[in-house]
Structure formats: structure tokens, C-alpha cells
């Protein structure tokens, strides 16, 4: 059972009422910066009238919780359908629920919590508020991520990456480390695992991926092609396949079975989108890697014992 510690700890420990106090509260902070970071993501897929609803809520959540569908509709020059269809892109059944949504967290900006650190790094700016502000900034994109994963779409990458006969992982550039990182995990717990960021390899080896393999595509933009031909290729040799990117609306999706959606904080001339990025992509991948190592247990465990034992003496003097 010793041999299965690493694991176990990670995995099987019951979480106590005051963790799940904390994470309810927090879920709830979250739940602004949340709801403006999917208006951004979202903005492409959305018409010109629903930005308008999307907007109004996350300028002023306490204002449009106080309006009916109706007065919404009014206030921003659109139509009841369309309130009720933004409502539903965002991710709430219905315009009832992102109201009650609008009013938590309108009580919650009333709270007299502290203003974050929100303004860009500047040239000048000293060492110490730059740690900060990427501190708050890193924060940011990690709590919209989590707020936005479609967690039915996570469920579905994890049930075929833990069934598959092999796993093709593409990305380049920062999306190339994640890659990599990805495959490194999946290695360590006993599957087949691969990452490519040369594009020839990365096709010629796509080429082999049958039914019943994998094959996940890292890119932010949704539009790198060095990763989308892999993909498309995979996927049409049968392999199931998976996006991790910024934009579900991007061409890296019509070739993917399940779209795992990240989301950054603000970008600056210091903080290009590279940084935020890749944030949200490790906290996609460890969500995919973990949610693996569950379904795979009885043998992830023992295989990452042994991977530990067999690196320890690396760490002896």
C-alpha cells in the first residue's frame, strides 16, 4: 500500500466542511472576472446584439440584476430572444438564473474587499509591483479558466485518453512545453504518450493513429497550422481528438471531438498572450492528467511508485 501514497494522497482524501466553505467563496469571487472573461472568449461566436447584452452584465452586474428580461432587452436595444440567448451562451440555462448569477455577485462586489492590482506593467514599474501584478494576473487566468471548462467535454477527453491504445499530444512554441509537460505525466503512470512540436513528425505520425488512440492539439489562437494539420489528419484516420485552446470558435475545433476552452488575463507589451497561456493550459492539462490517473488508479499507482523509486537515486548523496 506504501507504494501507492503518491497517488492516494492526491486523489482519495475526502475534502472537510471548511475546505468546501472556502472553495464555495472562492468559486463565487470568481465568478466576475469569470463572467468578463467569457465575454471576451465568446465575443467572436456572439452577434453584434448579444455583445451588447454580454457586455451590459459585466459592466454592471448590479444594475441588470435589478431588470426583467424585458427591461435588460430595453436598456440595450435588443430583443427578449436574444437576453435569453445570450444567457445561454454564457452558460446559464436561462435569463432567470444569470440574474440571480448577477445578484450574488453584485452583493459580493459590495463586500468591501480590496481593490486587486489591475493596471498594466508599466516600464518604470518597481520589481516588487511587477511580482504582484503577474501574481494577481497568473491568479486571474487560472480562476477563469476553471469557471469556464465545460467539465462534461473534460470528462469525455479524460474517459478516452485513459482507454486509449496511444496518446498524440501537438504544440508549439509555449503551447510545445505544455505539450511536453502533458506527455511527461502520462508517461510516468504507464501509457503510451508522445508529444510533437515538428510538424513533419507530428503528421507522419498522425498518420498511424487509428480508432481507439488520441490525439489532443495545444494551440491559443485556434489557428496554428503546424498544429491543426496533425489533428486533422488524426482525425480523420479515426483517433479521437481534443482541442485545448483560447478560442472554441477557432479552426482548430471543427477537427476535435471534445474542446477543452482556456482563457487569459489581459494582455500588455510585458505580458504577451505566450505568459497567460500557457498558465491555463497546465491547469488544463493537470485537470485532464489527474482526471486520467483516477480512472487508470489501479495501475497509475504503481506505476508512478515506481517511477519515483527509480529516480530517487538520482536525489541520494
Known sequence: MDSMKPLCGLLTTTPSRKYLSYVTQEVKEIFGSALAAKVRTLGPSMTRSMHRVAEAVAADPAGC???????????????????????????YPGYRDLRLALAGLAAQQQSGRAPAI?????????????VAKLAYDEQQTLADTAAGLDTAQLGAA????????????????????????????????????????????AVTNAVQLRSGDVAIAITHSGATGDVIEPLRVAFEHGATTVAITGRPDGAVTQYADHVLTTSTARESELRPAAMSSRTSQLLVVDCLFVGVAQRTYETAAPALAASYEALAHRHRR
Open 118 to 130: 489591475t493596471t498594466d506593467i508599466a516600464v518604470d514599474d518597481p520589481i516588487a509591483d511587477v
Open 65 to 91: 440584476a435589478a431588470l426583467t428580461v424585458t427591461g435588460l432587452a430595453e436598456r440595450t436595444g435588443t430583443s427578449e430572444a436574444t437576453v435569453v440567448r445570450t444567457a445561454r451562451l454564457l452558460g
Open 158 to 201: 479524460v474517459a478516452a485518453t485513459a482507454s486509449a491504445r496511444r496518446i498524440d499530444v501537438y504544440g508549439v512554441g509555449a503551447s510545445g512545453l505544455v505539450a511536453q509537460d502533458l506527455t511527461q505525466k502520462l508517461l510516468r503512470i504507464g501509457l503510451i504518450a508522445q508529444a510533437h512540436s515538428d510538424p513533419h513528425l
